[in-house]
């Protein structure tokens, strides 16, 4: 049971890195747009 439960937050926490990933990609692309122009 608490192996079930360890590796769920374990997800949880697996796709908030990787939301946390792509919106600092993401900022960056977009910082590096404004800086070329």
């Not at 439960?5 to 993401?26: N, S």
């Not at 692309?29 to 800086?35: A, C, I, Q, S, T």
Request: proline share 0%; aromatic share 2%.
């Amino acid at each position: 049971m608490e192996m079930l439960i360890l590796t769920r937050f374990q997800r949880v926490l697996k796709v908030k890195v990787e939301i946390r990933k792509k919106k600092t990609l993401h900022i960056s692309l977009v910082l590096n747009r404004v800086r070329q122009n």
